[in-house]
T-cell receptor, first 115, second 110 residues
Framework: EAGVTQFPSHSVIEKGQTVTLRCDPI?????LYWYRRVMGKEIKFLLH????????ESGMPNNRFLAERTGGTYSTLKVQPAELEDSGVYFC?????????????FGPGTRLTVT | RKEVEQDPGPFNVPEGATVAFNCTYS??????FFWYRQDCRKEPKLLMS???SGNEDGRFTAQLNRASQYISLLIRDSKLSDSATYLC???????????FGAGTRLAVHP
């Protein structure tokens, strides 16, 4: 079974540009999460989808970040316009449907560098 | 105060040693607990969930003390391949938003 995949693996953009990150969860996983690790800090939660619905977006830094999950399959995270402090590694994770202590499985991450 | 606090590390141990990592969490309503392992420039990989009764998986033993809000991980007979950063992770809310500790670096040497 394929794991969580993310694209691209690396992205280098200039301040003010737009970048879109993509995540494909494990097949059949209704829960999809985005996390971010900035340099020197711990991994932080950004938001959570259940199928196509945003369940919790309390971790989104500001309105320059837009996440979508049309059709409840893959998700995109757009940063527009990018700022220097957006640099970091963006991880996507997925887990089985429903509430409870379902374990989350992480993708390899997208390393974003804003110059 | 951070929501999840871990030993700062790094831990440098010889092969075969036993090493223990500790972690405390601040939210008494937390419902799920995990140890993840992260290799350099890789994604976190689930090592084990932690249950109230304690659980063991081969050389790894995890303990949870809800009263003290304390989680531990014991690694016996350390291998070179155990070298990594170990992340203490707490699930929050019904849908298990994960709260990560900063991680403890383990280096096992020959």
């Amino acid at each position: 079974e394929a794991g969580v995949t993310q694209f691209p693996s690396h992205s280098v953009i200039e301040k003010g540009q737009t970048v879109t990150l993509r995540c494909d969860p494990i097949s059949g996983h209704d829960n999809l999460y985005w996390y971010r690790r900035v340099m020197g800090k711990e991994i932080k939660f950004l938001l959570h989808f259940v199928k196509e619905s945003k369940q919790d977006e309390s971790g989104m830094p500001n309105n320059r970040f837009l996440a979508e999950r049309t059709g409840g399959t893959y998700s995109t995270l757009k940063v527009q316009p990018a700022e220097l402090e957006d640099s970091g590694v963006y991880f996507c994770a997925s887990s089985q449907r429903g509430q409870g202590t379902y374990e989350q499985y992480f993708g390899p991450g997208t390393r974003l560098t804003v110059t | 105060r951070k929501e999840v606090e871990q030993d700062p590390g790094p831990f440098n141990v010889p092969e075969g040693a036993t090493v223990a990592f500790n972690c405390t969490y601040s939210n008494s309503a937390s419902q799920s607990f995990f140890w993840y392992r992260q290799d350099c420039r890789k994604e976190p990989k689930l090592l084990m969930s932690v249950y109230s009764s304690g659980n063991e998986d081969g050389r790894f033993t995890a303990q949870l003390n809800r009263a003290s809000q304390y989680i531990s991980l014991l690694i016996r007979d350390s291998k070179l391949s155990d070298s990594a950063t170990y992340l203490c992770v707490v699930g929050s809310g019904g849908y298990n938003k994960l709260i990560f500790g900063a991680g403890t670096r383990l280096a096992v040497h020959p």
